[in-house]
């Protein structure tokens, strides 16, 4: 069991959790996930990690209420405890295998949208440990949707905010903010990490790679069982097949095959989608292995 010492709401819908997990605490790494169960018979829900204390042996993780059992969860309070916490899966952020020299050397621009803040925050952490100066876009729908503002600004270089209805900051989608930054602005980035909903990620990948800026996506939104044996996340990378808990989950966000994924995505929510997805992809259809590291 796994006790929650901490939970905030963020808005009404999304909430923040630090979660007891000493081992877990230890070994995770920015970009990294974990896997959350909420009963011993509950639903396995796959979430990035969006910080972590390894003194304090706890692992921060936002959650959005979109389920039934994220719903579940949000319900439980400090003081209770969930009966899994897995991890940490996945890959970790390619920068963490750079050098500090490295990263000194680039002019890095993360954009997350929506929820896609929580995984973006433990990176620009990373790299002001690092004395490492990066910006950050967040972009939201609305401004009652925005989260992690504060935290972002105490670690990054900069913070731009957008709106898509102006509510508040700029108005607009954060492809436009970034291609205003750069184009108005004269800002010059040469690696940007984006991370929010599969759309978004499309679209501001299509405005870097017309501004010819490198870009690293998480493909963690398409993730169901977090360990490659369910196929859910099989994805087209470069026009090789790839499964986003295993391989990744970053990409280069300039060789994900978006339409593909989301399509996948979409019939992956009925038992006729899933049947017609293992007979059209066959031995591709699942990675064959589980990439399951257990509570490391």
Same mark, same amino acid.
């Given at each position: 069991?796994?006790?929650? *010492? %901490? %939970?905030?709401?963020?808005?009404?819908?999304?909430?923040?959790?630090?979660?007891?997990?000493?081992? #877990?605490?230890?070994?995770?790494?920015?970009?990294?996930?974990?896997?959350?169960?909420?009963?011993?018979?509950?639903?396995?829900?796959?979430?990035?990690?969006? !910080?972590? !204390?390894?003194?304090?042996?706890? #692992?921060?993780?936002?959650?959005?209420?979109? =389920?039934?059992?994220?719903?579940?969860?949000?319900? /439980?309070?400090?003081?209770?405890?969930?009966?899994?916490?897995?991890?940490?899966?996945?890959?970790?952020?390619?920068?963490? &295998?750079?050098?500090?020299?490295?990263?000194?050397?680039?002019?890095?621009?993360?954009?997350?949208?929506?929820?896609?803040?929580?995984?973006?925050?433990?990176?620009?952490?990373?790299?002001?440990?690092?004395?490492?100066?990066?910006? #950050?876009?967040?972009? @939201?729908?609305?401004? &009652?949707?925005?989260?992690?503002?504060?935290?972002?600004?105490? *670690?990054?270089?900069?913070?731009?905010?957008?709106?898509?209805?102006?509510?508040?900051?700029?108005?607009?989608?954060?492809?436009?903010?970034? %291609?205003?930054? *750069?184009?108005?602005?004269?800002?010059?980035? !040469?690696?940007?990490?984006?991370? =929010?909903?599969?759309?978004?990620?499309?679209?501001?990948?299509?405005?870097?790679?017309?501004?010819?800026?490198?870009?690293?996506?998480?493909?963690?939104?398409?993730? #169901?069982?977090?360990?490659?044996?369910?196929?859910?996340?099989?994805?087209?990378?470069?026009?090789?097949?790839? /499964?986003?808990?295993? &391989?990744?989950?970053? /990409?280069?966000?300039? %060789?994900?095959?978006?339409?593909?994924?989301?399509?996948?995505? @979409?019939?992956?929510?009925?038992?006729?989608?899933?049947?017609?997805?293992? /007979?059209?992809?066959?031995?591709?259809?699942?990675?064959?292995?589980?990439?399951?590291?257990? &509570?490391?």
């Amino acid at each position: 069991m796994y006790k929650i *010492v %901490k %939970k905030r709401m963020l808005t009404d819908t999304i909430y923040l959790m630090d979660i007891e997990a000493p081992r #877990v605490a230890k070994s995770a790494k920015p970009g990294q996930f974990i896997i959350i169960k909420n009963t011993d018979k509950g639903e396995r829900i796959p979430l990035t990690v969006c !910080d972590y !204390d390894a003194e304090a042996g706890t #692992v921060t993780i936002v959650v959005q209420a979109v =389920g039934k059992s994220t719903m579940e969860l949000m319900h /439980f309070n400090e003081g209770d405890c969930v009966a899994d916490f897995v991890g940490p899966l996945g890959r970790p952020s390619d920068l963490c &295998d750079m050098s500090d020299e490295e990263l000194a050397a680039k002019n890095i621009i993360f954009v997350a949208g929506g929820v896609g803040a929580a995984p973006v925050y433990p990176q620009v952490k990373y790299l002001k440990e690092r004395g490492i100066k990066a910006d #950050v876009i967040i972009g @939201a729908r609305t401004k &009652d949707l925005l989260i992690l503002e504060d935290e972002m600004k105490a *670690v990054a270089e900069n913070v731009y905010v957008s709106t898509d209805d102006g509510s508040y900051a700029y108005n607009g989608r954060v492809t436009d903010l970034l %291609k205003e930054l *750069v184009t108005v602005q004269g800002k010059t980035y !040469d690696h940007a990490v984006v991370i =929010g909903p599969m759309i978004m990620m499309k679209f501001t990948s299509m405005m870097t790679k017309e501004l010819n800026i490198p870009t690293i996506v998480s493909l963690n939104p398409i993730m #169901v069982d977090g360990t490659g044996m369910c196929g859910a996340c099989r994805v087209t990378v470069g026009g090789e097949v790839k /499964f986003a808990c295993v &391989d990744g989950p970053e /990409f280069d966000g300039h %060789k994900v095959n978006y339409d593909e994924a989301m399509r996948r995505s @979409a019939m992956y929510r009925t038992e006729e989608g899933q049947a017609k997805l293992r /007979f059209e992809e066959g031995s591709t259809h699942k990675n064959g292995g589980c990439g399951c590291g257990g &509570d490391k």
